[in-house]
């Protein structure tokens, strides 16, 4: 509310009416995209959307393929009129952009809040309309499955092609080892597919509900334990979406030793290595003396003492709250773990190094520095938020005859970043930007550049 105050105040309403149309573009924009992504799927997969089905008045074959025809027409005029309707509102979107240039200077205040403002409202719609078409595609796969099953018809047309290109595409074998079918099919799914358990977790349903009953009244907790405990009694596990053969293939694969399973650095596929090559990547790696120092004792302890030393001092200085000293307060020890990913998309596979912080000293405070700085992110002219932004900043620029546009390939990014420089770039954003200032007083804090910098 505070930026459209500014913007009526100093430049009067039309202004405010030019921002909260280009708001409105946004959201139709990413509306109109997930759309258009849904509508295609749709139609690679065979299927008619509710909207678009149509009731077949005779009970022939002849007739039924007639309307499964003008379905399939329709599929396609929608797919047109959407990418019409897309090409219009990025026209409009490029002129409300143009009347807000012409009114407020570049790279001001009000320009970087503007552009913030609008990249919130574009990500936010863009996420919430996707989650509902991915539902709706579920739902939609899913009754089509069942109709298919229902006559005995075969459903393999709406399942993913797990021979040829496909099998390729979602499972990358590296290693000597050779998958069997049943192996492929179910690496295929992907590693964060959800195997349905054999049985009913009721530990974890005990252990939920006795954290529930330590907020209620006796009465309330001795009801509710009763509900669960018949809920549970009276419950089945749930239909097993593996067959028979999938889950004695996830049982060999865990036997066997002589090979890992690792998720690929990019995209969605499953990679397998040999245990041995992957480790050797790995030292070598760790070798690199230049990236890596060796040390002789676990620091743990150390930078644990220094981390309480400083949060302490925060409190005792009232710069945070008891809450959040508490909060912020390490008491998980475990040291952070490093593994690696494999860039099957480069020559030779090499491995991205990841360290894993969960569990750690800095964890909870990690994260709420990352709160603390999200902000910075983004309010530059020289940022790319990912390949769509990108694309779209690229759309409008013009390459000289015999002008290259080039792409550069930077190894090993985090480890080549100069840290005390980071740091540096960091207090001095923290202490020009009134963020910060913001922040404290929606949180109750009292923090300072310098804190946020030790």
Known sequence: MNLFKSLRDIYGKTTVKHLRDLENCERKLARHRNHLVYTLRCRDLSLTPPSLKIKCPINTKKAKDIILQAQRNLLRERVRVINNKLVNLKSQKSDLEKKLKAIIPAKSELDKE???HLARIRENTFEKTKCRHVRKLQNLTERDQNKKSKHGLSTGATEPDLTGTQLKKWVVNLSKYKLSRAQNNVLAKGLDYAVSPTNVCSNE???ATELACKKLTHPEAIQLRAKVTSALKSSKPPKSNLSKDERQAVKDLKKEDSIIILPADKGRATVI???D???EKVNNLLG???TYEELSSDPTQKYKRKLVAILTRLNEEDKITFGKYKQLYPTAENIPRLYCTPKIHKPNAPLRPIVD?????GYATSRWLADILGPMLGNTVHHVKNSTHLAEELVDILIDEGAILNSHDVVSLFTCTPISKV????KD???KERWLRDYNQSQGFNLTADDVYS
Request: net charge negative.
């Open 288 to 290: 690199d003396t230049k």
């Open 423 to 426: 740091l540096d770039i960091v």
């Open 273 to 275: 290595l040999d245990k």
């Open 277 to 279: 090559e992957y480790n």
């Open 205 to 207: 349903f005990v252990i």
């Open 114 to 116: 503007i552009s913030s």
């Open 429 to 431: 954003r923290v202490s």
């Open 357 to 361: 912080y969960t569990s750690t000293i």
